[in-house]
């Protein structure tokens, strides 16, 4: 069973950084995309960064574009979100996904959301 399980997140002021990582058991880490979503107070989930299974290729949303940094160690089975630059606009829940077969590329992940997910880290970022 695949579980996913997201650490990192808390309070920072505007302008600060932070990193969120997220472990993956169940399955073999390094033949999967990976993606961090997330979800706002009271709007809906959306779309932050994805990683292919190798590293070698990345996917961002505008909005973090420049500011957030995806990243993965394939030997540690976890998928990181380096986060810069922060805003209050980035209070949210932030979630790890995952596909639910290797042949999902990141792109796909990105535009689709995943299969299986964790159950997030609240980052809140104060003005």
């Known amino acids: 069973q695949v579980q996913l399980v997201e650490s990192g997140g808390g309070l920072v002021q505007a302008g600060g950084s932070r990193r969120l990582s997220c472990a993956a058991s169940g399955r073999t880490f390094s033949s999967y995309a990976m993606g961090w979503f997330r979800q706002p107070p009271g709007k809906e989930r959306e779309f932050v960064a994805a990683?292919?299974?190798?590293?070698?290729?990345?996917y961002y949303a505008d909005s973090v574009k420049g500011r957030f940094t995806i990243s993965r160690d394939n030997a540690k089975n976890t998928v990181y979100l380096q986060m810069n630059s922060l805003k209050p606009e980035d209070t949210a829940v932030y979630y790890c996904?995952?596909?639910?077969?290797?042949?999902?590329?990141?792109?796909?992940?990105?535009?689709?959301?995943?299969?299986?997910w964790g159950k997030g880290t609240l980052v809140t970022v104060s003005k």
């Open positions: 990683i292919s299974w190798s590293g070698s290729s990345t």
């Open positions: 996904a995952a596909p639910r077969r290797p042949s999902i590329a990141a792109a796909t992940l990105a535009a689709g959301g995943g299969d299986y």
